[in-house]
């Protein structure tokens, strides 16, 4: 037991300095490189192994004589997780996501200190001391508490509802202007001359007009030509190609943009803005193909200086995606709204 309590020492020890290295900006965020599309499995297994760490250090100290709290334990693993957050992930997350996971790692951290009456009456104990107020240096704690605490939030609710007088550095573009070309997976893409290699005739040929025929009749949201149904699983050429654009997007993109494509899905108001609606006519229906490429390969990451202060959270999807799985997407995208791309034309 001992044994293995100290190589768990060891591994938290070690991710404590590696943690610290970033955040002095020692060691490079992308050391240990995040595996694209394996991100999230990999992140989770880290977090993992920091808990069996930690675990590991707590009974080290515990064995010397140095026990640390259970309430600076759970402080301190939260403090950790969104740390880790901040320094580690590569390329950096944006602020309301890190909340949002730092507020189910508090969560967590909660249920964990809880788990019984023992551990729960160990966790609160330092609480209920200032609260108290037993000794000299817990009374003049609470005091310092009682009066720090009201003109921080007095503090920060007046810097918060003062208006503001100065300009805004540059105006924001919703739609900021695109590159002349981009690089996606190791090719380069001349946005102005690329097209979708999936808009194609059943003789597999590019076709914008062939594409666009099959969409002219209103039902259920869309614009769809009768016996144009995507979903059928005996359509070819374009039509299948919608249906494995919906099937990606249903797997990836739903959960912010909505069934719909309206942007009402179910994270989506954890976000500020809230995703694209795509159904809006002045979002894709707007744009080229190749902006929506672009857009969706970069993602919030990718955007311009012009693109701010909103900056959009969307994740850069070439590192979850292949090229053809991100132009289906799209091809879906503008069949379900029932859209035409706009052209250079």
């Not at 759970?74 to 730092?102: C, D, E, N, Q, T």
Request: charged share 15%; proline share 7%; hydrophobic share 45%.
């Amino acid at each position: 037991m001992k044994a293995l309590m100290s190589v768990g020492a060891l591994v938290g020890a070690i991710a404590l300095l590696l943690l610290v290295g970033m955040i002095l900006d020692v060691v490079p965020s992308n050391t240990v490189r995040l595996v694209e599309g394996y991100m999230p499995i990999q992140m989770l297994l880290e977090v993992a192994c920091f808990v069996v760490g930690f675990a590991g250090l707590s009974y080290m100290l515990s064995a010397m004589g140095m026990a640390v709290p259970r309430f600076w334990q759970g402080i301190g693993f939260w403090a950790f997780v969104l740390l880790y957050l901040k320094f580690r992930v590569y390329p950096p997350i944006p602020f309301s996501v890190r909340a949002m996971y730092g507020t189910v790692s508090l969560v967590a951290v909660f249920m964990w200190v809880s788990a019984n009456e023992d551990d729960w009456k160990k966790f609160k104990q330092p609480i209920m001391n200032v609260l108290d107020a037993q000794s000299g240096a817990n009374k003049m704690l609470r005091y310092v508490y009682l009066v720090l605490i009201p003109i921080l939030v007095g503090f920060a609710s007046f810097d918060a509802m003062k208006p503001k007088s100065e300009e805004p550095v540059e105006l924001r573009t919703v739609h900021p202007a695109p590159p002349a070309s981009t690089k996606v997976a190791g090719k380069t893409y001349t946005l102005q001359t690329s097209q979708n290699p999936y808009r194609v005739n059943p003789e597999g040929k590019f076709d914008q007009e062939y594409s666009n025929k099959l969409i002219v009749e209103q039902g259920m949201g869309r614009l769809m030509a009768p016996n144009a149904n995507p979903w059928d699983e005996k359509n070819q050429g374009y039509l299948k190609y919608v249906r494995e654009g919906g099937e990606i997007f249903f797997q990836n993109c739903h959960f912010c943009h909505g069934d719909n494509l309206n942007g009402r899905g179910l994270h989506a108001f954890a976000f500020n803005p809230i995703p694209a609606n795509f159904t809006d006519p002045g979002t894709i229906a707007q744009l080229q193909e190749t902006f929506i490429f672009w857009r969706v390969a970069k993602g919030g990451i990718g955007l311009p200086n012009e693109g701010f202060p909103w900056a959009s959270v969307m994740p850069p999807w070439e590192q979850h995606l292949t090229v053809d799985e991100i132009w289906k997407v799209i091809l879906f995208e503008y069949w379900h709204t029932g859209y035409y791309p706009r052209t250079w034309d």
